[in-house]
């Protein structure tokens, strides 16, 4: 089968288009033959190695297809189930080994392309939003990248939550797509103080709860728009891993809480899969949660996708086509 190795970690051109062998399904594990393949963020770490992965490795963590073969002792699931999943390396590729119990069910209104769109990014921005902080009405969040993959749809969820949300973007493009996503304000973070117009906008106090993804160029700022005793949940690091943070800083900024959750937490055992791709699923399915797909490419162009999504030039989801 064709598939996406890399070899040396590096820049984009480290993806390389190769020919592997289908790999066996063992014990508990499914073959799915991906009909449709996510692009996230955390594609890119791998990629560069800021998280580590032992070379070769076909990267990406998320997919949509068929189940083709399945290993001894599945229950979940069977040959010809339309499925997708999350979280398990390996779908940059025509076929990926999948331990059973991660795979969900594709309900049939649902397209392979929205069910690896749905998978990463919808139940990250769930978790953040249902769980993390629990939003309510009359919380305001602080969301950053609002028109990106997890951004859009975080906007949309809060807005499900009953939250007040504000939204920062690169560009003011990017703000008009997260202003029709539901953001109630967008700050222009590249040409705004977006601390001090947090601020403003909440009347001097500060938001509830910063949502950050993009990590060291933003960290100092999102804790300066909270109010005391506000949580900053640091969930990614697109422009750089966060450097380590003195705990005294808290308390100086006002008591806050921070964390730096994962999907794999918030996804850990089947109820809580089941649970969360469920609703997410469910919100698609009625409409309620509107996907962005206007990206997508040959899985032989993974690197022109990988250009693009850190070039800041994407809005949305970004798709392969195996
Ligand atoms: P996005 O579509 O959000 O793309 C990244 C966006 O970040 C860009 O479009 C850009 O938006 C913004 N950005 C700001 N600074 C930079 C920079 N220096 N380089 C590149 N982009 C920058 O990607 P995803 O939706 O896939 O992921 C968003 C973030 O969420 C990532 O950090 C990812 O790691 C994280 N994540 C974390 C998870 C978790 O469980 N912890 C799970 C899933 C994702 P703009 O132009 O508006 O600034």
């Known amino acids: 089968m064709k598939a996406i190795q890399v070899h040396e970690t590096g820049g984009?051109?480290?993806l390389r288009y190769e020919e592997i062998a289908v790999p066996q399904p063992g014990p508990g594990q499914a073959l799915v033959r991906l009909h449709s393949i996510g692009v996230n963020f955390i594609d890119v770490y791998f990629r560069i190695g800021l998280y580590k992965a032992e070379a070769p490795f076909t990267p990406a963590m998320e997919g949509a297809g068929v189940v083709e073969a399945v290993g001894a002792d599945v229950t979940h699931v069977k040959v010809g189930d339309r499925v997708a999943y999350a979280m398990c390396r390996g779908s940059y590729a025509e076929c990926a080994v999948v331990p059973a119990w991660q795979l969900v069910p594709l309900p049939e209104p649902l397209s392979y392309e929205q069910g690896a769109a749905a998978m990463l990014q919808g139940m990250t921005a769930h978790y953040l939003a249902r769980s993390t902080f629990a939003l309510k009405a009359g919380d305001t969040c602080l969301g950053h990248a609002a028109a990106g993959g997890v951004g859009l749809l975080l906007v949309q969820m809060a807005k499900i939550c009953g939250a007040r949300v504000i939204g920062t973007t690169g560009t003011a493009e990017k703000a008009a797509r997260a202003k029709a996503a539901?953001?109630?304000?967008?700050?222009?973070?590249?040409?705004?103080?977006?601390a001090a117009e947090a601020k403003r906008m909440t009347g001097g106090k500060g938001v509830d709860v910063v949502y950050d993804s993009v990590g060291a160029s933003t960290f100092e700022k999102s804790l300066d728009s909270l109010m005391p005793r506000g949580m900053m949940v640091s969930y990614g690091n697109a422009s750089g891993a966060v450097p380590p943070v003195a705990p005294l800083v808290l308390n100086q900024k006002g008591s806050l809480f921070l964390t730096r959750p994962t999907l794999a937490h918030y996804c850990a055992d089947r109820a809580e899969l089941e649970q969360r791709a469920g609703e997410v699923?469910?919100?698609?399915?009625?409409?309620?949660?509107?996907?962005?797909?206007?990206?997508s490419y040959p899985l032989a162009e993974a690197a022109q996708a990988h250009r693009?999504?850190?070039?800041?030039?994407?809005?949305?989801?970004?798709?392969?086509?195996?």
């Open 281 to 295: 699923m469910g919100w698609i399915a009625s409409g309620q949660l509107r996907l962005t797909l206007e990206h």
């Open 182 to 194: 539901g953001a109630d304000e967008v700050i222009l973070y590249n040409e705004q103080d977006f």
């Open 12 to 14: 984009p051109e480290a």
């Open 308 to 322: 693009d999504l850190e070039a800041r030039k994407t809005m949305g989801k970004l798709l392969l086509r195996p």
